[in-house]
């Protein structure tokens, strides 16, 4: 209802409804928290996250499931006319970007965003997030701008 202000356990009771009549929960971006200018928000993961503890089911078409990156490649080779040789995902989220695209065997481009919350040290941030959710990037930047 209120996605800056509300947190995620203030569904839990709503979305104990939903398991309690079997009904599967579809989550396109399983992100838990993102950044919307200077303040860091819940995202669907983080109700995902909560349906699946109460016992319900979660689909997750998007990243960092293969579903997402099956389907890029059958486009891209739809608008190639051949496979590509060499893929490289560019993302912003730790936890589905770069997780993503390393269990892909793809190549990872993470742009910072701040979700560490460690100010205006890009290093840091980096180190902390790809620690925290075990996975890598061949490449990163602070910042995506143009």
């Not at 989550?27 to 303040?39: E, T």
């Not at 993470?110 to 902390?128: I, R, S």
Request: aromatic residues 8%.
């Amino acid at each position: 209802r209120d996605q800056v202000n509300d947190d995620p356990e203030d569904y839990r009771a709503l979305l104990k409804q939903g398991v309690d009549r079997d009904l599967p929960m579809i989550c396109a971006n399983p992100d838990i928290k993102v950044r919307i200018g200077d303040r860091l928000v819940w995202c669907a993961g983080a109700l995902a996250a909560i349906y699946e503890e109460e016992g319900g089911r979660v689909i997750y078409p998007g990243k960092p499931h293969p579903t997402i990156y099956n389907l890029a490649i059958e486009r891209a080779s739809e608008i190639r006319g051949e496979k590509p040789a060499r893929v490289l995902c560019i993302g912003d989220s730790p936890g589905t970007d770069m997780r993503g695209a390393a269990r892909q065997g793809y190549d990872a481009l993470y742009v910072g965003t701040g979700l560490a919350e460690h100010g205006d040290d890009f290093e840091e941030e980096l180190a902390t997030l790809l620690d925290q959710y075990e996975t890598s990037a061949r490449y990163a930047l602070p910042a995506l701008r143009w």
